[in-house]
Nanobody, 128 residues
Framework: QVQLVESGGGLVQAGGSLRLSCAASGRSFSSYAMGWFRQAPGKERECVGSISWSGGTRYYQDSLKGRFTISRDNAKNTVYLQMNSLKPEDTALYSC?????????????????????WGQGTQVTVSS
């Protein structure tokens, strides 16, 4: 299993931006599909988006399209979540997830159960 460590969270004012990073250990990162999830207090976990192993397919939660962007740098074993125009309702614990698969996140948006490795998460707090 790959080990995942998120970073980049923090406190930001509404309208601001943050870039989260998820660093993966181990080899063969380029064969992993990656996802970002978030969970706010008292709410269910939700998928923010995903990026396929090749980077060729990306999915986003409909309500986040245009504000959030997922990218990956296989040379650095890292996936990123760029978040712009942040809103107080974006406040949550953000976690990345990985699975060694060339199918996940290609033909349909992935779900929580598609992934096998999870990071501890990084807190994002957006003040109004």
């Amino acid at each position: 299993q790959v080990q995942l460590v998120e970073s980049g969270g923090g406190l930001v004012q509404a309208g601001g931006s943050l870039r989260l990073s998820c660093a993966a250990s181990g080899r063969s990162f380029s064969s992993y599909a990656m996802g970002w999830f978030r969970q706010a207090p008292g709410k269910e976990r939700e998928c923010v988006g995903s990026i396929s192993w090749s980077g060729g397919t990306r999915y986003y939660q409909d309500s986040l399209k245009g504000r959030f962007t997922i990218s990956r740098d296989n040379a650095k074993n890292t996936v990123y979540l760029q978040m712009n125009s942040l809103k107080p309702e974006d406040t949550a614990l953000y976690s990345c997830a990985a699975v060694s698969s060339r199918r996940v996140g290609v033909s349909r948006p992935p779900t929580y159960s598609d992934f096998r490795s999870w990071g501890q998460g990084t807190q994002v707090t957006v003040s109004s």
